[in-house]
Every structure is written in structure tokens, then in C-alpha cells.
């Protein structure tokens, strides 16, 4: 979570055509203590709280986003984003085209999603998919704070509305992160490991459970390789393609759930490619079971993909038990 | 004010307010041993509003909660165990574990949820009542909201719905000064009066942690919209005397205030009220207490020895029936 403040604080400081805006962030810091302090250095004029208003808020930075501001808009837990569709999926997504392409829409719109934290099924959503599906919209899901702070001063440069999808449970970790300003281009996917036997394609917090998962496999002589998308919207096909004509097997793991999930789009994406002469087994996906998040902490566990389930999954996988 | 309580039915509410004062001071305990994880958000300090309006209601009439809910619930006939089952997500809750604080509902005792979105009631309070109006019963609806949930659009759309159909609904606006961090004067434009003029409904105001105060004005709230006049809208004026949730450090109030708010406890204005009027002696008070308490802790331990949900019922519920 340094690693998204500080880019914040350095796209403000270079640019003052970036505010950020979102319900308690300013003295409070955020639900989750992203923006803390950044109220102290750029005041109320740049770090906005807003009332409960998720319309508003997306409205708000649409707006400013098509007369010349850079805006961050910040949704407080990500299933709360329902209340803006109208706005973002209306108007932001579609406005540069109905508009002729006379309207730059440059916001960023940051989310906290994902399950977890025992906060049940209206705070554990992970609903990147939704937006996925809405042409003009880019979407973005970081899984290490290097990648966070590259990819959201990516984000703010950009000219398209993005969906920055954050996970909670990574607000934690640690990682290295260069101080200095970087940008990591968006559509870029990453080989996060590399591997003969298996194509393991992760997003967000899956990324760090496959690689976990990845290291107990080593031990068995099994090597996968992990490829993180980073960005769902553009997606960056050829790692992975190339990397499936390499393994001859895929395997899928995000967070939301299966169906209609992301991982259905990319399965097609391999199929349609070059790479399906090359499975020897049917792609698979391991994500969300098809149900809200659970309360009980035992049943919102079982409920998304953990390590052991990646382990399992993997390793039938690759001994051609599909 | 000059009409007091019957002190019989002001004891009752007192024990009631006990009972969810003690119930969310058990649950501060639980958080505090790592027992409840996620979000709950404790109804400290506005136990009055909860008793004093839930109280005049019948069994049939619905009311809509929020997520700080637990008084909604136990003023409504909710059950001290099943509701700390469910708020440490056993087999015993409500909702079976699966709901949680932010989700406790029972559609037999007319609480048609908690909800984890702010402002996301209002809109099914216009359902209920509306429905209540196409199945001919003389069922009202109230719908609990605070001062963040007042500026989501939901909330207007309500209203407005609620007015032009002339639905039974009672609009409670629970103010109790925040939205996790914001004052109300920092979200709030105009006023909930001005609000409700605007939609041409009825208002009225309180004193939120003086249950007498809203007894007495529930009273004819209720009469008002039991009769066939359309919705209303009461304010009750509070404050939220805790953190948001369990563990906030509230930097954005101070402890003065939090302090000058301590002094008009709703629990010590009604002991007051039994010294005034000689109702209750202090032992009685202490033996009332004591008694409120001990089926807390009895609920405490029902609670923590229910069952977790088996992981084979993980799918169930998600649909009525499947294929
Ligand atoms: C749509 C939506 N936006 C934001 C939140 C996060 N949130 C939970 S409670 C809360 C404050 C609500 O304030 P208010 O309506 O005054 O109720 P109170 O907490 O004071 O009881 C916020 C912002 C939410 N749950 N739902
Ligand atoms: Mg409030």
C-alpha cells in the first residue's frame, strides 16, 4: 500500500492536474490506509471526501477527466463500484466514441476487492470481469507493490478510464519498490516464473499463492511457469500463447468467480491461438466457487482458490489426469 | 415533555436496552479475543431509538435494518443466541453463518435484513410496503438509515417512491453524527427536513437517546402511517459511541466530544428517570443488570459451543432449489 501512496504523492507532485477523491480518505487515511497523510501534503483541494456516494463520485471524476483534470477516484471496498455503473459503464467507457473521439476520459479508478478479511458478501466481491466486458474501459490488477506503483503511474498517464483493481489482502505485502517515478506499460503480461511443464496464468492475489504453490511442485521435479497478465484490459496474449506451445498445458487461477469469470476469456484466447495445436490436455480454470462470499471464516476459505488447491490442481494437470 | 412512560413498559424498555448494551459489549470482548473477524459495527448509544420505535410496532409490521443493526434486531424479538451465533458464524445464527453482523435478518420476526450497502434498505422498504398495500394488511415498514446513508441516491429515489404511492413506510433517520470518519456537516447539504419537504412528506424530529422523547413521537409517527397517510419521516438525534468498527483510533474526532456525548448515555438518562420518579431503587437497578447480564454470557457460550457449518453445505442457499 506505500507503494500505490507513493505514487500517488509523486503523480501529484509532478502534475496538479491529479487529485485524488473518495469516501474517507482525507484525515482518515482510507478503509484501508492508502491515502494516509497525503491530506497533509496536498490538503483538501486535492484529497476530496466526498458523502456516501458512489454515483457521485464517478460522475465527478468523469467530468473532470473530459475538462482537463487527471483524477483518482477511490471506491471504498470494490463492491460498492454497483452504485457508479451507471456513470462508468455509461458514460466514461463510451464517451471518447459516441463523442467522435473528441473526449479524453483520464481517470483511474481505484478498488478495493477480494475475499479474505471475514467481511461477507457485500465486501468481498472481486468483479474486475464486469468490466472487462465493457469496450473503452481499460482494467488493471497489480500483485506486488512493484507492479502497483508502475502500473498505476501507467494508469494515470494513460488516457483511457481505467478500473484499478486492488486486493486487500496485498495491502500488507512487501516487496522491493524503486523510489524514483516508474511506469510499467500497461499490457505487458509478466513471467513471473519460468517453467517446462505446466502454463499457470494468475491474477492479483492468485499470483502469490501460484507461486507458493509453485515451489512445493519443484520439490516433486514438477516446473510451472506463472504468467500474470497484470492487465485483464489490454491483454498481452503472447507470453502466454508462446508459453502454452512451450508446455502444452494451461492452467487458469483467479479469485472471482468461475463462471463468467476472466479465466473463460482467456481459455478462448488460447484456444483460438496457435498454441491449441499444441495442448495435450483440455485448459483448465481454478477460481471462485459460483456463490457469494461466505461470513463463516472456514466456508469463505473454501470458497476461492488456496495453495493446496493450486498444488492439486496443477499436478493432475501435468500427470495427464485430465 | 411532560407525558411519561408507563413505568412498567419504561422498565421493559430499559431491560431491552440492556440487553443490546450488553450484547455489544460481549461482542467487543469476542473481537478483542480474535473470535469475530470482518466488520461489525456496534449500536452503543442509540439503543433508545431501536427500543423506543421497534416497540410500538406488531409483530407483523417489517422493519429494514442497517449494518449497524444488532438493536434493530433484538428490539424487533431477535434472540441473544442465534444472534451471537451467527455474528461468530455458526450453525446456530440467523443466517447459519453465513451472513454475519452485517447480514443478520429473520423474515418471520419481520426484519427484512441488515444490509452490508449503505442506503441499500430504503429501496426494499418501498417493496414491503407496497406489497403490504397489494395484500391488504395494514402492515407498515420501517427503514432505519443514518447520516452517511442520507446522500446515496438510493435514498432519495425512496422517498420519492414512497410519497407519489403514499406507502406505508416510517423513514428513520438515525443521525448519529458520522459516516466512519465524516461529520455530518462535512456530507450533508440542506437538512433531512428540508429533504422530506422537498418530497412533501411529513417530519419530525427527537431527541434520539431519550427513549421517552421517541416513544412518544414514534407513537404518532405510527399512527400517521398506519392510517393510510403515507410515509414519514423522524429524525432521531444520537451519537455513535464507539469507533466505526472495533479498533478504529478515531483521529478524526476528539475524546471531548466523544465525553460530553458519555453524559447523555440513553441507559443512564432512563436511571435517572426510576431515581426521579422513584420507579427503581438502585438495587433493583443493579439486580436487573445483573440478571441481563447473565443471559448474555449464557447466549456467549451457546454461542461459542454451536457447531461451525459443515463445508458439503457450502453451495446450499445460494438457490432455492437447482436444475
Ligand atoms: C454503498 C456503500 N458505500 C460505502 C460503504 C462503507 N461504509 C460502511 S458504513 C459507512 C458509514 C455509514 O454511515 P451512516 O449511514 O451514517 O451509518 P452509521 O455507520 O453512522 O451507523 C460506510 C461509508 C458501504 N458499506 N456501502
Ligand atoms: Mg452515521
Known amino acids: 500500500m506505500e507503494a500505490l501512496r507513493e505514487g500517488m504523492r509523486q503523480a501529484m507532485q509532478q502534475d496538479?492536474?491529479?487529485?485524488?477523491?473518495?469516501?474517507?480518505?482525507?484525515?482518515?487515511?482510507?478503509?484501508?490506509?492508502?491515502?494516509?497523510?497525503?491530506?497533509?501534503?496536498?490538503?483538501?483541494?486535492?484529497?476530496?471526501?466526498?458523502?456516501?456516494?458512489?454515483?457521485?463520485?464517478?460522475?465527478?471524476?468523469?467530468?473532470?477527466?473530459?475538462?482537463?483534470?487527471?483524477?483518482?477516484?477511490?471506491?471504498?471496498?470494490?463492491?460498492?463500484?454497483?452504485?457508479?455503473?451507471?456513470?462508468?459503464?455509461?458514460q466514461g467507457a463510451k464517451m471518447r466514441f459516441m463523442f467522435g473521439g473528441k473526449a479524453d476520459v483520464p481517470f483511474v479508478m481505484r478498488l478495493a476487492g477480494g475475499s479474505g478479511t471475514g467481511a461477507a458478501a457485500q465486501h468481498s466481491e472481486s468483479l474486475e470481469n464486469w468490466f472487462v466486458h465493457v469496450p473503452g474501459l481499460k482494467v488493471v490488477m497489480p500483485s506486488s507493490p512493484y507492479d502497483a506503483k508502475g502500473l498505476l503511474l501507467a494508469a494515470i498517464q494513460d488516457n483511457n478510464p481505467i478500473m484499478f483493481f486492488e486486493h486487500k489482502l496485498l495491502y500488507k505485502t512487501k516487496g522491493p519498490v524503486p523510489e524514483e517515478m516508474y511506469t510499467i506499460p500497461l499490457g505487458q503480461s509478466h513471467v513471473v516464473r519460468e517453467g517446462k511443464d505446466l502454463t499457470l496464468i494468475a491474477t492479483s492475489i492468485m499470483v502469490s499463492r501460484a507461486q507458493q504453490a509453485a515451489e512445493q511442485l519443484a520439490e516433486e521435479g514438477i516446473e510451472i511457469e506463472i504468467i500474470d497478465p497484470r492487465t485483464l484490459k489490454p491483454l498481452d496474449e503472447k507470453p502466454i500463447v508462446d508459453s502454452v506451445i512451450k508446455t502444452g498445458k494451461a492452467l487458469i487461477v483467479h479469485e472471482a468467480v468461475k463462471t463468467g469469470g476472466f479465466g473463460g476469456e482467456l481459455a478462448a484466447v488460447i484456444m483460438e491461438s496457435e498454441a491449441f495445436a499444441y495442448l495435450d490436455a483440455p485448459v483448465r480454470r481454478l477460481a471462485g466457487l459460483d456463490m457469494p462470499i461466505p461470513y463463516n471464516r472456514n466456508l469463505e476459505y473454501h470458497a476461492v482458490p488456496q495453495v493446496e488447491n493450486i498444488v492439486e490442481e496443477a499436478r493432475k494437470l501435468v500427470k495427464g489426469q485430465y | 415533555?411532560?407525558?411519561?412512560?408507563?413505568?412498567?413498559?419504561?422498565?421493559?424498555?430499559?431491560?431491552?436496552?440492556?440487553?443490546?448494551?450488553?450484547?455489544?459489549?460481549?461482542?467487543?470482548?469476542?473481537?478483542?479475543?480474535?473470535?469475530?473477524?470482518?466488520?461489525?459495527?456496534?449500536?452503543?448509544?442509540?439503543?433508545?431509538?431501536?427500543?423506543?420505535?421497534?416497540?410500538?410496532?406488531?409483530?407483523?409490521?417489517?422493519?429494514?435494518?442497517?449494518?449497524?443493526?444488532?438493536?434493530?434486531?433484538?428490539?424487533?424479538?431477535?434472540?441473544?443466541?442465534?444472534?451471537?451465533?451467527?455474528?461468530?458464524?455458526?450453525?446456530?445464527?440467523?443466517?447459519?453463518?453465513?451472513?454475519?453482523?452485517?447480514?443478520?435478518?429473520?423474515?418471520?420476526l419481520g426484519n427484512l435484513g441488515a444490509n452490508g450497502i449503505v442506503s441499500g434498505g430504503l429501496p426494499i422498504a418501498v417493496g414491503?410496503?407496497?406489497?403490504?398495500?397489494?395484500?391488504?394488511?395494514?402492515?407498515?415498514?420501517?427503514?432505519?438509515?443514518?447520516?452517511?446513508?442520507?446522500?446515496?441516491?438510493?435514498?432519495?429515489?425512496?422517498?420519492?417512491l414512497a410519497s407519489l404511492w403514499k406507502l406505508p413506510v416510517l423513514f428513520l433517520f438515525e443521525n448519529n453524527h458520522y459516516a466512519v470518519s465524516t461529520e455530518i456537516s462535512r456530507s450533508m447539504a440542506g437538512s433531512m427536513a428540508k429533504r422530506a419537504a422537498g418530497y412533501d412528506i411529513p417530519f419530525t424530529e427527537v431527541d434520539g437517546n431519550d427513549v421517552e422523547a421517541v416513544h412518544f413521537a414514534a407513537e404518532e409517527v405510527i399512527d400517521h402511517v398506519r392510517s393510510g397517510n403515507g410515509p414519514f419521516v423522524m429524525q432521531c438525534?444520537?451519537?455513535?459511541?464507539?469507533?466505526?468498527?472495533?479498533?478504529?483510533?478515531?483521529?478524526?474526532?476528539?475524546?471531548?466530544?466523544?465525553?460530553?456525548?458519555?453524559?447523555?448515555?440513553?441507559?443512564?438518562?432512563?436511571?435517572?428517570?426510576?431515581?426521579?420518579?422513584?420507579?427503581?431503587?438502585?438495587d433493583e437497578i443493579a439486580s436487573l443488570r445483573a440478571g441481563i447480564q447473565a443471559e448474555v454470557d449464557d447466549a456467549v457460550a451457546f454461542a461459542e459451543n454451536s457447531s461451525q457449518p459443515a463445508l458439503d453445505s457450502i453451495f446450499s442457499d445460494v438457490y432455492s432449489e437447482w436444475q
Open chain 2, 237 to 282: 438525534n444520537t451519537y455513535r459511541m464507539e469507533g466505526h468498527y472495533f479498533g478504529d483510533a478515531m483521529v478524526y474526532r476528539t475524546s471531548a466530544e466523544v465525553e460530553e456525548w458519555r453524559k447523555k448515555d440513553p441507559i443512564l438518562h432512563v436511571e435517572q428517570l426510576f431515581r426521579e420518579r422513584s420507579i427503581l431503587t438502585a
Open chain 2, 128 to 160: 414491503s410496503a407496497l406489497s403490504a398495500r397489494m395484500r391488504k394488511t395494514d402492515q407498515i415498514t420501517v427503514v432505519f438509515f443514518g447520516d452517511g446513508a442520507s446522500n446515496e441516491g438510493n435514498t432519495h429515489e425512496s422517498m420519492n
Open chain 1, 16 to 90: 496538479e492536474r491529479v487529485f485524488v477523491i473518495g469516501e474517507d480518505i482525507g484525515v482518515y487515511g482510507g478503509a484501508f490506509g492508502v491515502t494516509a497523510g497525503l491530506i497533509d501534503e496536498f490538503g483538501p483541494k486535492r484529497i476530496i471526501d466526498t458523502p456516501i456516494s458512489e454515483a457521485g463520485i464517478a460522475g465527478a471524476v468523469i467530468g473532470a477527466a473530459i475538462t482537463g483534470m487527471r483524477p483518482i477516484g477511490e471506491i471504498q471496498f470494490s463492491d460498492f463500484v454497483v452504485i457508479s455503473m451507471e456513470q462508468l459503464v455509461m
Open chain 2, 1 to 108: 415533555m411532560n407525558r411519561q412512560m408507563d413505568a412498567e413498559l419504561l422498565i421493559d424498555h430499559f431491560q431491552t436496552m440492556l440487553r443490546i448494551r450488553f450484547h455489544e459489549e460481549a461482542i467487543k470482548k469476542l473481537f478483542a479475543q480474535g473470535k469475530i473477524g470482518g466488520s461489525t459495527h456496534l449500536c452503543i448509544g442509540q439503543e433508545a431509538i431501536a427500543v423506543g420505535v421497534i416497540g410500538l410496532l406488531k409483530k407483523e409490521d417489517y422493519i429494514v435494518s442497517t449494518h449497524r443493526g444488532h438493536g434493530h434486531m433484538l428490539a424487533k424479538g431477535g434472540q441473544l443466541k442465534p444472534m451471537l451465533a451467527e455474528i461468530l458464524g455458526k450453525n446456530d445464527g440467523y443466517c447459519k453463518g453465513k451472513g454475519g453482523s452485517m447480514h443478520i435478518a429473520s423474515i418471520e
